[in-house]
């Protein structure tokens, strides 16, 4: 259940990077409402999966997901540059954090 936690927290914490590009493109209550929700959310599910997973792991994996979340987000959605070599990057962020859950 913690892994679950820590890979879901990480999916919110994309969910709260893609809410600051839309409050700097908005500025309304609920976008700013959203980055909150968002955000709170990713910090209380990483919190709960810290009870049984180590710290550095947990924080890794975390900002492992959000990282390379956040930039494949970015490529998709927002038509940020899709150059081989942020690809190749994000994928050794991916493989590093599947590395740690597999020696964890």
Same mark, same amino acid.
């Given at each position: 259940?913690? @892994? ?5 927290? %990480?999916? &919110?914490?994309? &969910?709260?990077?893609?809410? *600051? ?7 309304? #209550? ?17 919190? /709960?999966?810290? !009870?049984? +997973?180590?710290?550095?792991?947990? /924080?890794? +994996? #975390?900002? %492992? *997901?959000? $990282? ?7 490529? +998709?959605? /927002? %038509?940020?540059? !899709?150059? @081989?070599?942020?690809?190749? &990057?994000? $994928? ?5 954090? +599947? %590395?740690? !859950?597999?020696?964890?």
């Amino acid at each position: 259940m913690a @892994w679950a936690s820590l890979v879901l927290a %990480g999916l &919110f914490e994309m &969910f709260g990077v893609a809410m *600051i590009h839309t409050l700097h493109r908005d500025r309304n #209550w609920q976008s700013l409402l959203c980055l909150i929700l968002g955000f709170g959310a990713s910090f209380l599910l990483l919190a /709960y999966a810290m !009870k049984t +997973i180590s710290m550095g792991t947990a /924080y890794a +994996i #975390w900002t %492992g *997901i959000g $990282a390379s979340g956040g930039a494949l987000l970015g490529m +998709i959605v /927002y %038509g940020e540059s !899709k150059d @081989w070599k942020r690809i190749v &990057f994000i $994928a050794m962020i991916l493989g590093a954090a +599947i %590395g740690l !859950k597999f020696i964890s």
